[in-house]
């Protein structure tokens, strides 16, 4: 009977406080993870046909994670995204925000998976503020509602005269541009996004910090009941622990981390001067062969910087500085023409990428036929059977190129089949290439809307 009794009080105790559906079930039931996030080279774009970004990813691994389909928001402005998670609009808000104690009396915020330094820009040719009184000589223009006006907020306890504009229709990318543009002096965007837009806009110039090294997590409503909160740790223990975090962040990151100026503006210049002479046979050639032609035209520039004549001290020639052997083995007469040598160069490309095991996916199969073609075949295989034996994955380009190095130290070497070889050469290719190839993408895109093709009221679901 009183087991009865129990019961019954239980069952009460449930009708009464509406037996509320925990949030993680509620997202398995209606089969999609709503996700905020913004346009910007750290968290979503377009990438040649298909979206791209840090955030993107992780969280299109969140929703698989979850066994759900990816739905991505994209609000007007910073103001509104935090807006709509505190309402609980969205499930989270995956956009590189800063965790600040502001935000967490409105938001809770998920496991901390990077470490960001707010960092105040100003353009090269103009004089280099010394600290952050210096900053009443110009404009200081910062994103609304960011993490930046809190930060400015608590240096102007200290400096009243410290003044700024908050722009609420920029985000950070932005305002760099204006910098660049000379439009206005100064503004403050966190370190990734300064590394990420550097390529992009080459007179940037770091002036100081103005913060330590804040961390960026997810959001959720702060009404959220735990449910996805667990699932989220449980979500970032296993990333790390497998490596994909940090495989996921060389992949949007390693390869920007060293800024050329001088390389930076001369690829600019050559945009404008070189490119629109072979543009079309580019085209032609990556349609050919099932590649984004702008891929090949970052290769040819790092081969010869888009000069028809270039020789090497080894004798290769050439746009795409093809050896004597692949020039006849792609039935190539003539390499110093620029036709026949970007065509022979990509179906090198791609019969070394057919070449490669199945197994191996994109964009991975690409950067290691790359490395291929600049190292040799048998060198990259030789880089992939040390990266096995040390337990990681060889199909993954940023776990090779870890170990392509250990070519040209004779411990390695001697334990591969093809010997020595100065591994650490394709490693640094491919990461001129890929800068190169950002800025590509950039500047086609520059003078069209760079954001997908997305209803805001009611987005598709991201494959």
Known sequence: MKL????LVSFSLLIACGEAQPHLEEIRERGELRVLTRYAPTSYYVKGESLAGFEYELAQQFAKHLNVKLKIIVPDNLGDMLQLIEQGKADIAAAGLTVTPSRKDIIR?????QEVTQQLVYRQGTKKPRNITALKEG????????????QLQSHQQEIPALDWLENSELDSSGLLELVQLEMIDYTIADSNEIAANQT?????RVAFDISEPQPLAWAMPLAEDGSLYDEMVTFFDNMNASGDLDRLTAKYYGHI?????V?????HRR?????PTYQSTFEQAANDYNFDWRLLAAISYQESHWNPQAVSSTGVKGLMMLTQATAKQMGIENREDPTQSIHGGAAYLASIRKRLPERIVEPDKTWIALASYNIGLGHVEDARVLTEKAGKNPNLWPDIKAH???LSKKKWYEQTRHGYARGGEPVRYIENIRRYYDILLHDQQKNVSSKPNIDKQNPPAAL
Do not use: M
């Not at 992009?200 to 940037?204: G, I």
């Not at 981390?257 to 100026?261: A, I, K, L, N, Q």
């Not at 390389?263 to 690829?267: H, K, Q, Y």
């Not at 945009?271 to 490119?275: N, Q």
């Open 263 to 267: 390389d930076t503006r001369a690829i």
């Open 200 to 204: 992009l806009f080459p007179e940037l």
């Open 404 to 406: 392509l190095p250990l």
């Open 4 to 7: 009865l009794s129990l019961l």
């Open 257 to 261: 981390r060293r800024f050329d100026y």
């Open 139 to 150: 404009q200081l223009e910062v994103v609304a509602n960011s993490s930046h006006v809190e």
């Open 109 to 113: 915020f998920g496991p901390v998976y």
């Open 271 to 275: 945009i404008l001067t070189h490119l």
